[in-house]
């Protein structure tokens, strides 16, 4: 314990606490500072995106550009100067999307874009040709009887809502996870969604099917905004709609993937105690992974460099965890914590960067109530970038659930999402959505965060260890 | 001659033209306002391009939506009640787009987002795998030797400018049209370009490769902007970058399709006499053809269907017509041509709906010298909506194009072209695209010149006839 630390110690059982009690040192805070404006002006987080998006691109679990991202991965934290560079294997599934053809065939033709969704089983070699039914909701799915829908194909065509914290995007991925099971349950062949995405071009959301990795048992495609307008036309003809599909969509065998680690280590008392800056490394298929997740790999990567190049180590160590698989079932995020649930409470605390390079806007958190102070402290660090404080109850972002759910703390960093769910999982998400700046406004507060939560004496105490399991059951939509 | 056309006529000799003549008669002037603001209100417009959008679709020439378009053009004429509603047929040319399949094999693999343009040949079975050779412009690729070209695939990257006048295009459309030929011309295997428009969106912008109805030899792509980046990042790389790309593009048989003509006749001693108002029913593919040309097929319908209804016969005929294939040949406006050679006499000024459906910004025309204050008076007209006063070198349009060169007069009625090529000739051009109050203000623009050119004594002159043909030769660069 420092003298300064001891000090603080001491104030805090001489003075009302939520007055004068300082949780963040003076030197820490000056220190952090400096790095926060050093990102705001440059950070070294556009050249990696750059250059995964550029030389590996798309990397879905299995693929081949998965294993050529972890061989970037690797080389590159390597060549950034990092320590205990290595990668975690992890069993990944592999789906593999194929074609899709699915074209209106009455009341009149017309061909649409669309993309099969992650799991989605292939169609039959001769393909589907069905009457649709369209709700607009899960509860309209649901209140339907297996008379009006078996022999069907179901047309989930919600729309999802526009908003900064993606708020929108729960319900839409709940329909697009649990309508097929909803929909097959009362034998419909096939279920088909608006797209779970606010995009006004015809580029198609995929995301995944699954929930709680059960397979899906009927094909699941997501229309294009503008072709679930077509469709929603044709049905108010009041003619019968019929579609005909074709999907060549399957799974292949199990692939090796890893999580890739790499750390600044700490120095000293606290050396053993790890600050978690996680991203996944994997992306879907059709666009290059630019804002999900390249941008969370170059935000957490840049951010750990600027500590480790801050001229002295950390006092905890700062590990990087580039996760494997997050989009099809969080494979490496629960590797992860299987692999580390001996040493879980050597977590302190966790950092996830997955929701794109837009502005950070929010600090919030999930950690012990009388580790509140120091979360209000950092706040006050982030304020000047714009940043409010939100409540006690960031989820921290999936890859990190795991260990959130054994009982480690986290840190949430909100990115404005109002425009992220126009590029989000579809062929749209490319380096050309990157804002240099708002890169590295996203560096500044991780880089910020990241170093007072290494550097303080105090941590964010422990959360109680939860095991809620959501699944496609009514009582949960 | 009416009394008050005598009256003009008397005072033009009288005094000086410039400062007291009136073109416009003000009972006419009073009617075209009217007309004018009925249109800003409200027009029949966005119902027709919704109609043919969502029912017909896609519909390049020589495809079933085409016949389809066909079909529903003269189902909609006849039930708006116009006159002598009728197909003539033309035959067009029948180009397949297939499957494409591109991809950087070296220095790392990655695949790309891209389309065939139309009229390209496919490749061989086997496809084709080349080293590519970067350059910025049509005139960087002439100066390449046929050593430096020979057995590689040439890639011109050129990035279209954004304007609101489209001027950008122009540049673009003529590495589409003259890249392969020169490309070819030094033994390049084939042709990729960056998309010649400016959608930041993985959708690839497609158009015809032919110039003088020549056909391309080599194949010929176009990128997405996101792909063409890719591309010259790699270049940047300096080490070999190779291409392996596959296209089943090929010509099917020509096929017969129609221009579709409908009539307000006119009523009097003018009434042989035609107003025309044109636009083009056929569209690329890739899309559903709302921008281009739906909305033009809907501003010229609209704009006839107001004078149509308004209580009182035209002087002249005003005659929409929907040309078959301007895309591809503009087959149609050059059998319309052909086919009224004779009474082209008869044909007295032409108007063409063919950028979309920004606002109408610009009024310029292609007329007489001494007809120049018709349009200045219709200027006034317009400009209380926003349109500035253009120049006498107005186009017209490419379907007007061979009746401007045998000596019709025409007015031109500028879009706001400052977001067209973000969707033009893309996946993206759906109805999603198509602002109504913008359409109805293009609708009481056309309605408006069109009512004035059909109701006033005088008209346009006749222009000199002229045959400029534009090669793909340097000096027409």
């Not at 480790?308 to 700062?318: A, D, K, N, Y």
Request: with cysteine; aromatic share 6%.
């Amino acid at each position: 314990m420092t003298a300064h630390a001891r000090l603080l110690l001491l104030a805090s059982f001489l003075l009302p606490t939520t007055v004068f009690a300082q949780a963040i040192p003076d030197d820490v805070k000056v220190q952090a500072e400096a790095l926060r404006d050093a990102a705001l002006q440059d950070s070294v987080a556009y050249d990696i995106v750059e250059s995964l998006t550029m030389e590996v691109g798309p990397r879905s679990a299995g693929s081949a550009g998965d294993a050529a991202a972890v061989r970037w991965a690797i080389d590159k934290l390597n060549a950034l100067g990092f320590k205990n560079v290595h990668a975690d294997e992890v069993l990944v599934p592999h789906w593999d999307r194929g074609t899709l053809d699915i074209r209106i065939t009455a009341p009149y033709p017309q061909f649409l874009v669309a993309t099969s969704l992650g799991g989605s089983p292939g169609t039959p070699e001769e393909g589907i040709e069905a009457e649709l039914v369209r709700v607009e909701s899960l509860a309209e799915l649901r209140a339907l009887s297996r008379e009006q829908l078996a022999g069907r194909i179901a047309f989930v065509d919600h729309v999802m809502e526009r908003k900064k914290s993606g708020a929108g995007y729960a319900v839409s991925t709940r329909i697009r996870s649990c309508g097929h099971v909803v929909a097959a349950e009362r034998g419909a062949l096939a279920t088909v969604i608006r797209s779970a995405g606010t995009s006004t071009h015809r580029v198609a959301h995929t995301g995944s099917m699954l929930r709680n990795n059960v397979p899906a048992t009927i094909p699941g495609i997501a229309l294009a905004n503008a072709d679930a307008d077509i469709l929603a036309y044709a049905m108010r003809s009041g003619e019968a709609v019929k579609l005909r599909l074709h999907s060549s969509a399957r799974y292949l065998k199990q692939e090796m993937s890893a999580n890739v680690v790499a750390e600044v280590p700490g120095n000293g008392d606290l050396a053993n105690e790890v600050v978690i800056l996680g991203a996944h490394l994997d992306s879907w298929d059709l666009g290059t992974g630019a804002i999900d997740d390249g941008t969370g790999v170059a935000i957490v990567i840049a951010a750990a460099k600027m500590i480790m190049e801050s001229g002295e180590s950390p006092r905890r160590t700062i590990r990087v965890v580039l996760f494997a698989n997050e989009e099809f079932g969080l494979s490496g995020a629960n590797k992860y914590a299987e692999q580390h649930a001996s040493s879980i409470d050597q977590h302190v605390v966790g950092l996830e960067a997955d929701f794109g390079p837009g502005a950070v806007w929010k600090l919030s958190s999930q950690v012990a109530e009388d580790a509140l102070d120091i979360v209000a402290e950092l706040h006050t660090l982030l304020e000047p970038m714009g940043i409010e404080q939100g409540d006690n109850k960031a989820s921290g972002g999936a890859d990190l659930g795991p260990l959130r759910k054994a009982g480690m703390p986290v840190l949430g960093l909100s990115a404005d999402g109002t425009e992220y769910f126009d590029y989000h999982h579809t062929a749209d998400d490319t380096l050309d959505k990157v804002d240099r700046d708002d890169l590295n406004q996203n560096v500044a507060a991780y880089v910020t965060a990241a170093y007072v939560a290494a550097n303080i004496e105090r941590n964010f105490g422990r959360l109680q260890p939860s095991n809620n399991v959501n699944t496609c059951a009514a009582e949960f939509d």
